[in-house]
């Protein structure tokens, strides 16, 4: 190997070192500007300084020895504490850092350091250096001898290095094998220096005398071992040392009494520097130590292309376990099955070894940060502390790299809109320093990253501004959102809320971009703010994204991957049941647990062919299923036609000639060898959110969910005609639709409009037929081929909440009373006088029996509700039911119990007092009412419910909010044998 | 494939290029022999929905995927239930590997440079763009492809 080579390779490891060693400094620096009596940190700091000047005088690069020896005399200054540690001073060394980098990066770029001058920023950090002491004074570091240690009187840490530098420099001048010797020097004099430290300082490591020994062991001369002693008296004395020291110094340097086993055990290395590290126990890796490293990390310097191949290979091996897996799977008894499953266990081992090389500590994609708000900081005339938890939480590589840039912009927002000036804070009454929180944790197979300020917060009345402003929003759209929603809107695309473009922020880089970078990687992340107390970034990101796992699906006979980080969960809609897909405004929706989930169907979106009835049939399918996704706060389902397992899957990126296709984020090979198409939730969730309306409904529903216990009902909030926001019970809304009025016809005294291929009669709320002008939305009410529009001005929310009828009707007709509904009185109207006037026999019709037809039955209602009494009293007396009322379980019993005949009784499951499952068993008990049919009334109506009532001796089981069942199951009860199988 | 033409053209000593000889739709053609990864036959391809329709999916040729270009609807040709059938010939692109489905692959000639002849501005435009020239062979004529051209245009516009 020429000379030429080892001097590149010695150029490549300072290149990487001292990259590393500049990120650590910026850091170091910020945190000596807060900590400025901190002595661990700044001999730190001086010896990171130290080094790079020393490393650039071999490597022969005069610029940046300079500028590197500049700072250090202002370190120098400050750590013997001629200089404070003043704003202006950590300014200079970090301009000289900052000079230092672009260096770097040059000699990086060429090999060769750039043409050009540094004297502007050594000028300023000479007359730092000199304006406080005589330069004198810094070459002459050791005090009179008699004061201090050897070790101090040797010039502590500093004088002892830039004695061993001076030295090798001068034993490099004089020996006659200095060029062989030239690339090791460095090692050379970093190990002295150590060496030194350790023999005075008295710390664990190899001292002195072992590396001169490891020197002779490596087959120097002994006339190099002299020469190199007297250079480094010569050194010594040079920067100053008493002559009596020095003769101690150099007696160092010979063994005494101590053993020479350790120095037995070198290494075969040619020559001196590398030895004595690796004569040190327990140091495996001796080659990149540096000389500050108090404990050296067991850790071996790999190239990412390495790492990468490795990765490639593990992915290929693990499709071809898969592979011999499946075909295993459809043998009986083999012989190469014990060993496939040893192999299985290895291969998956090998795996998550090979993961853990590419983790990083999340810490890497935070160096840059504290140097960051420190210059926003003095920039901005802000007082900004970063505060950094977490950093050693470990990520993959890949995605490290793709959440750097989006974490910087978030950080440098939150110092430059986020936090106030410090006047502004005081008047606020907040502490003067803003805060600006970093922090990472591991949570479940995911990694959270919350940036947080404690600043202004982000005022949701100028969100709203912008929004409307540029566009992305109307004012009615938004008044049907919640304000966690509305702040969702920064990460649309063109929005930017800083009122004036610093040099800072607002450089057209939008949160936009930010969004997707973390969506490119399968994460999602939220906004949360509060006006005056500051705002909140959360991204949740997975750990890996090279293997991950997937859910396979099937949608026209074709499969396709759906990573399941953002399955949330899966419903299957077999086709006769009765709660099946709908549409709002023609998208399809389904209710999930009284919550309207958008759905978009996998066969639509890919232009897949519709399947025929023959293969529907061959392959068994009798419904379909919806895979519930997420991605970030936005719940949707997805259509397909049939699930499988889920399987561990590789990804690979999709062909450059297919990949403006937003539907697939990779592709892979599944364990049979077939190709699939992974889908990409969130190009799947962008078709949908083409609708925004039905987003904003599913939102709006989740929003309020779980803010009210008890009997909590979703109500669909509405304006129509005067006198406040009404609500109608969404249950029983079939559709919302948006129609033009003027396409609308007169028939007769109604008002029709076509729709879904029928005669739709319209009402306003004043029970009239509506004018036919203007667009206005229409609820749709559905009972069988039946239908009613009710028109209305504006459709508001959808709310969840605990409904308390206030008022009750009086004379208003079509309302059954008030209720609060969001803070606000609302009217709930009573939809039941709506069929009415519309269709006088609305609810009697569809059956051939219709309701109650056999003369008048007479029904008890049990309901503590007056809501539900307001709604059902009307409707079963429509029905034809003569309608007996009791408030509470003990009313009813007492009823009973004085004699009171009933055909049926219907009776609420959560009551007060006596709850319907005590009420039943009582009247079970009693043998007049063994026979008679006991209708639930519930809100919770899950499988356990029922079974639980009918053993309780229920009849029958409905939900509250659906009259056509309850309907329906009157008719039932009362026209089958009353007697059937109740629970003995 | 014989290669027995190909060594015949080394011995006369004229500067030659061996091509892989295929034939989509009656139509001769050559692809030189370097740009030619592997020579398949029938694959099961899965397709790619919303894909251009030059793509007729993608295969796994030993732990790759392979993008399948069907070479009739790259050149307009009917192609109704070609993919199933037909012969595939892997090539590389910008470092991915791209297999072009054709009717057959026959054997491979070598051609003295000589002899080749700028492609006939008459010939369909569609045509002319992805051939590089043109051979008189005794009994047909032989198209050279290009590959960069047959797939530069892949994904970049919609050509339908």
Known sequence: MSRGMQMDDLLTDFLTETCEALDVLDSELVELEQRPGDPALLGSIFRVMHTIKGTCGFLGLPRLEAVAHAAEDVLGRVRAGELGVSRDVISQVLAALDRIKELVAALGACGSEPEGRDDDVIAVLRRTAEGTAAPEAKKDPAAPPGHGTLYERAGSASGIDTACELACHGFLSKSPEAAALAPDMLKLQFALAKGFEVSLQQVPGIDIADVMTCLTDNGWNDGDVSLLAGELAEAFRSLGVAEGDIASLTGLLRRSEKSEESAASGTDDAHGGIAPEAARPATPAPATEKPDAAQPAQTLRVNIDVLEDLMTLVSELVLTRNQLLQIMRGQGDNPFATPLQRLNQVTTELQESVMMTRMQPIGNAWGKLPRLVRDLSQELGKKIELVMTGADTELDRQILDSIRDPLTHMVRNSADHGIEAAADRLARGKPEHGTVELSARHEGGHIVVVVSDDGRGLPTAKIREKVVANGLATEAQLDGMSEQQIQQFIFRPGFSTAAAVTSVSGRGVGMDVVRNNIEKIGGIIEFQSTEGAGSRFIIKIPLTLAIVSALIVECSGERFALPQNSVVELVRISRNSPKGLENINGRPVYRLRDRLLPLVSLREILGLPEEDDRTRAQSGADGTYVVVSQVGAFVFGIIVDKVFDTEEIVVKPVSRSMRHISCFSGTTILGDGRVIMILDPNGLASAVSAAPHAEAVAQAGRGERGAHGGEAVSLLVFEAKSGGPKAVPLSLVARLEEADLATAERAGSRTVLQYRGGLMPLIDLDGNAPELTGKHPILVFVDGSRMLGLVVDRVIDIVETALDLQLAGGSRPGILGSAIVSGAATDIIDTVHYLRLCDADWFEVDTDKPYGAESERNVLLVEDSAFFRNLLIPMLTIAGYSVTVAEHGEAAMTMCKEGAQFDIIVSDIEMPGLSGFDLVRKLRADSRMKEVPIVALSSHANPQDIERGMEAGFTDYVTKLDPKALLGALSRTSVAAPAKEIAA | ?160
């Open chain 2, 1 to 160: 494939m014989t290669r027995s033409a190909h060594a015949a053209a080394r011995t006369s000593g004229a500067p030659a290029e061996d091509y892989v000889t295929m034939t989509i739709g009656g139509q001769t053609f050559g692809i030189p022999v370097l740009n030619v990864r592997d020579v398949l036959g029938p694959q099961a391809i899965t397709r790619v929905p919303l894909a251009p329709a030059e793509i007729a999916g993608s295969l796994n040729l030993r732990g790759r995927i392979v993008t399948a270009i069907n070479m009739r609807r790259r050149l307009d040709l009917p192609a109704d239930g070609f993919a199933e059938r037909a012969m595939a010939v892997v090539v590389e692109h910008d470092d991915e590997p791209f297999s072009l489905l054709v009717d057959e692959v026959g054997e491979v000639l070598s051609l003295p440079s000589a002899r080749r002849e700028p492609v006939p501005a008459t010939l369909d435009p569609r045509w002319r763009d992805v051939s590089q020239g043109i051979y008189r062979l005794e009994d047909k004529l032989l198209l050279v492809l290009s590959v960069g051209n047959v797939l530069g245009a892949i994904g970049t516009e919609t050509i339908h």
